[in-house]
């Protein structure tokens, strides 16, 4: 606390102009209205005096650290009333009496969950400091942060405050909240596009972590004083004088490159201090540009500049025509001053500015601030659901989660093309699918592949930037459960999932028929109650799902007997466990262990392409060719089942060729012969009947292989007299 004076009059009188100060900030961005302004007030009160007493290590009053972070909340990110008031509070469940609960009851559940959140992630980093391998609290805490972007948000603003004012702390505690900052908070700027933060954040971590290569810097640039002032006179007036002769609205930046980006720069391309071209940069940001003409307009700025001042050939960018995957927009150039130093310039509209600040961030906000317009694609709802998915579905160790949470901040990607060369932006590793699913629902919904570059490939086919995709649909194709392995992005699998459901609630009459009859025969009452107990059971989340699995028999009379502790004979499983040995069927995980049969009508033997269809309990398996099976499939699509024949089982199977031939003596001789002759075959009937000339023969056989088989039916067709073989 070295050098602080405590004096409780003026620090009151601080406090107010900061309350002040904030308020203004926000109704500079949005007018209040009266219940948003009472809230704030509100909020502040109470914080106010629930860290009465409490002073930072810096030895100001604690409530100056709340109120910094709504400020930068309302005045660096452009968050509403609703942030601001969880700003105040974002500290007073951790570290006062207040609880949750009266948040709750005083602000509301939004302000309390956020709050909520940005508390739990300290926890988060505390966890990852004693190494804890409790996978489901670290996975719990990541998805309440991921509820809301504003707790990201928050706690971005709360870290930056944190930072700004790291030098009263201790040298160790510097050294940890800097790498936290660095491991988990950069990449979370960087991901929402919060590139001022972003770049703020870094310049302070370099300054606590490698502070002599800070120090160097810095004083290599201090030692270029002066040239700020010459640039001034000899260039940014001349391209001002330019501008406002040419009837420009616009405003006019200049910046010098920070001790980072100068530092970054020299280690990646391996450059002294004196060869960095853009340590002095010019922003040119168009105002009152209408959209249609924005390319336009930036682009006659450039050739006015550059009319005037050489740029080098080499640094010219053009990121309007094609942004930059984070959504970046800007024309970008380095021209030489008169002074003999290049300076980076670029020419972008105020609404690209605003993206190229604030990013994702950016797309955010005007959502929020405009519910009423229902805009799609809104990237950090996107981001942060793909983030919820993925932590719901893995079951992986707790530093595995935040690795993985990490990497998903640094997600590439790729640029696509149709055919007609419209640029579609995806994810990097998206495949078909994802492209169909992109350009449309239906063309996702009918997906069958893709030319891909002129090639055909199936669905799941990767993708990579430049390649020129043209979805290939078939009308009767429709989405199945595996076609959430086919894809990548959120977006798809939403809309799969969506699709899924459609089509499993058309069973939903048929699963509550099915329940009430085994309720009856079980002597269960059929009521809400019972209903939840069985969802509990049988870990169904949605009433859809449990009716479905009932209807397709995926759930049994057995089962649901169980449920209940009532005794109900399961003879399926009889037969199972008595042939469990020679089960000649791999299936689908969640049909293993069900009773299978080989299907009368096709008769599949070892090595045909098989699928299974659930009936009753059981499952027949078919050839996948069958026309009974592909009527089952095309009907009830979520009665398939994948299966394959158990590899190295030798298995008898009885099959059937048909023959026509024109009759001759001898006929009959010749093709036993021949049936003989095949090793693996064993002949259990032979039917021959001719009449008119012609013999119609049907021969049942048992057969070990595919290629026996295949082997004895070109031998039959080669027999003399012989018509037609084929397999019944
Ligand atoms: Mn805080």
Not at 45 to 57: L, S
Not at 453 to 473: I, K, M, P, Y
Not at 543 to 561: N, P, R
Request: hydrophobic fraction near 35%; charge should be negative; aromatic fraction near 8%.
């Amino acid at each position: 606390m070295t050098g602080y004076v405590i004096d409780e009059a003026r620090e009151a009188r601080e406090m107010q102009a900061c309350y002040d100060e904030l308020v203004a900030a926000c109704r500079a961005l949005k007018p209040l209205t009266p219940d948003e302004e009472a809230s704030i007030l509100r909020a502040y009160t109470m914080a106010r005096e629930a860290h009465a007493g409490t002073r930072r290590k810096s030895g100001e009053p604690y409530i100056f650290h709340p109120l910094a972070v709504a400020l930068i909340a309302v005045k660096e990110v452009g968050l509403g009333p609703t942030a601001v008031v969880a700003a105040l509070l974002h500290d007073v469940v951790e570290d006062t009496d207040i609880t949750l609960d009266e948040l709750r009851m005083v602000f509301g559940d939004r302000v309390a969950e956020i709050v909520d959140g940005v508390t739990k992630i300290d926890d988060v980093m505390l966890m990852q400091q004693t190494e804890s391998k409790q996978a489901e609290n670290y996975r719990k805490i990541l998805l309440s942060m991921c509820n809301d972007a504003y707790v990201i948000f928050l706690k971005l603003c709360d870290r930056l405050h944190n930072m700004r004012t790291l030098g009263s702390m201790k040298d160790t505690k510097k050294l940890i909240i800097a790498s936290e900052t660095s491991y988990l908070y950069i990449p979370l700027a960087h991901r929402l596009g919060l590139y001022s933060i972003k770049t703020e954040l870094e310049e302070l971590v370099m300054r606590y972590t490698n502070p002599e290569k800070y120090a160097e810097i810095e004083a290599r640039i201090a030692a270029t004083a002066g040239t700020e002032e010459r640039l001034e006179e000899c260039l940014y007036q001349p391209v001002r004088r330019m501008l406002d002769a040419a009837g420009y609205h616009y405003t006019l930046k200049t910046r010098i490159k920070s001790v980072y980006s100068c530092y970054k720069k020299m280690e990646n391309k391996g450059i002294d201090f004196d060869e960095i071209y853009d340590l002095y940069a010019m922003r040119i940001i168009l105002t009152d540009v209408p959209r249609e003409r924005e390319k336009e307009e930036c682009f006659k700025v450039y050739s006015l500049i550059t009319g005037q001042f050489p740029p080098n050939p080499k640094r010219f960018r053009d990121w309007i025509t094609q942004p930059k995957n984070n959504g970046y927009e800007s024309l970008q150039t380095t021209v030489m001053s008169p002074i003999g130093r290049w300076v980076e310039i670029q020419i972008r509209t105020e609404r690209m500015d605003t993206i190229a600040e604030k990013g994702m961030a950016a797309h955010f906000l005007y959502k929020e601030a405009h519910p009423e317009e229902q805009l799609e694609n809104n990237p950090v709802e996107e981001w942060l659901q793909q983030i919820r998915t993925s932590l719901e579905q893995s079951d992986k160790s707790a530093l595995d989660l935040v690795e993985e949470f990490k990497e998903s901040l640094y997600t590439k990607e790729i640029y696509l093309f149709t055919p007609h060369g419209k640029t579609i932006t995806l994810p990097s590793h998206s495949t078909v699918l994802d492209f169909a699913y992109a350009i449309h629902t239906d063309l996702g919904h009918h997906c069958i592949g893709a030319k891909v570059n002129a090639r055909v490939v199936g669905r799941s086919e990767r993708l990579h930037t430049g390649d020129q995709v043209q979805v290939l649909t078939t009308e009767n194709t429709q989405p199945t459960e595996e076609w959430l392995g086919e894809c990548q992005t959120p977006h798809a699998r939403e809309a799969i999932k969506l699709a899924l459901r459609a089509r499993r609630k058309e069973f939903t009459a048929e699963g509550k028929h099915r329940l009430a009859e085994y309720m009856k025969s079980l002597k269960v009452r059929n009521n809400p109650q019972n209903f939840g107990q069985l969802k509990r059971f049988f870990n169904q989340k949605s009433d859809v799902d449990l009716y479905y699995d009932i209807a397709v028999g995926t759930i049994s009379e057995h089962q649901v007997a169980e449920c209940f502790g009532k005794a109900h004979p399961a003879p399926q499983l009889f037969f199972l466990d008595k042939y469990k040995d020679i089960h000649p069927f791999l299936l689908d995980r969640e049909y293993e262990g069900y009773p299978t049969e080989t299907a009368p009508c096709c008769k599949p033997v070892q090595g045909d392409q098989v699928v299974g269809i659930v009936r009753d309990g059981k499952i027949m398996v078919h050839r996948t060719n069958c026309r009974e099976a592909m009527k089952e499939m095309a009907n009830h699509e979520n009665h398939t089942v994948r299966a394959k024949w158990r590899p190295g089982e030798q298995l008898s199977l009885l099959s059937g060729i048909a023959l026509t031939a024109i009759d001759r003596k001898g006929l009959l001789q010749e093709i036993t012969l021949h049936i003989s002759e095949e090793l693996d075959l064993n002949m259990r009937a032979i039917t021959l009947e001719a009449s008119e000339g012609v013999a119609r023969g049907i021969i049942m056989l048992y057969v070990n292989n595919i290629d026996s088989l295949n082997g004895l039916i070109g031998k039959l067709k080669s027999i003399d007299g012989v018509e037609d073989v084929h397999r019944i």
